[in-house]
């Protein structure tokens, strides 16, 4: 079975401070896609950065970027530079070619303080 | 481009009732998946309509339906409501090319209260 664990229901930052979170997944598949999605309080859910397995670059998107250890499969976030908007829900999700629905990690809290 | 919308946003249910949602996909998206999202289980997949067709499906119950119209709208349907299936019920949009990569843009959900 396809899991997605993030370990960290809640994490901290002070503002302007670096701040990552942790997934890990399980899977057989060798091929796949991890996401990381952000769900701000009473607002919608927006993708924040994808990782394609087979490429062994870490993906980044502006203060965003990730750590992808596909052996230990292992998909952390990192948001330098924090911001008081960057406080969220942050899910972790996975999706193979094979089946196409999207599994999501239970979630970590952010809080940025200010 | 007008967002994923959602109605109602706000649903209050006797159990053993039967409820239906809706979803309007952002304009030229052909793919709508549904998600049940609660404290306990976290997100969890429903099912995603294309072209009026089903075409993947979570582990979900019979009770819980869904269709697709062909202006790519969709509507999901829960009958015999449970305590349980208080949630926010998510619904996302995209293109529909059936890549894995394709970005999933969400609605800002109906959340449902089963009494």
């Known amino acids: 079975a396809q899991t997605v664990t993030q370990s960290q229901p809640e994490m901290s930052v002070q503002e302007a401070e670096t701040v990552t979170l942790s997934c890990t997944y399980d899977?057989?598949?060798?091929?796949?896609?991890l996401f990381w999605y952000k769900q701000p309080p009473s607002r919608q859910m927006i993708l924040v950065i994808r990782?394609?397995?087979?490429?062994?670059q870490n993906a980044t998107e502006n203060r965003f970027s990730v750590n992808f250890q596909k052996a230990a499969k292992s998909f952390s976030l990192k948001i330098s530079d924090s911001q008081l908007g960057d406080a969220a829900m942050y899910f972790c999700?996975?999706?193979?070619?094979?089946?196409?629905?999207?599994?999501f990690g239970a979630g970590t809290r952010l809080t940025v303080k200010p | 481009k007008a967002g994923v919308t959602q109605t109602p946003r706000y649903l209050i249910k006797t159990r053993g009732q039967q409820v239906t949602l809706s979803c309007s996909p952002i304009?030229?998206?052909?793919?709508v998946s549904w998600y049940q999202q609660t404290p306990g289980q976290g997100l969890q997949f429903l099912f995603e309509?294309?072209?009026?067709?089903?075409?993947n499906k979570g582990n979900f119950p019979g009770r819980f339906s869904g269709r697709q119209f062909s202006n790519s709208r969709s509507e999901m349907n829960v009958s015999t409501l449970e305590l349980g299936d208080s949630a926010l019920y998510l619904c996302?949009?995209?293109?529909?090319?059936?890549?894995?990569?394709?970005?999933?843009?969400f609605g800002p959900g109906t959340r449902l209260l089963v009494l």
């Open positions: 996302a949009s995209s293109l529909g090319t059936g890549w894995v990569q394709e970005t999933q843009y």
């Open positions: 899977t057989s598949e060798s091929d796949y896609y």
């Open positions: 990782q394609e397995a087979y490429k062994q």
């Open positions: 999700a996975y999706r193979t070619y094979n089946n196409n629905d999207m599994r």
């Open positions: 304009s030229g998206h052909r793919s």
């Open positions: 309509y294309f072209s009026e067709t089903q075409r």
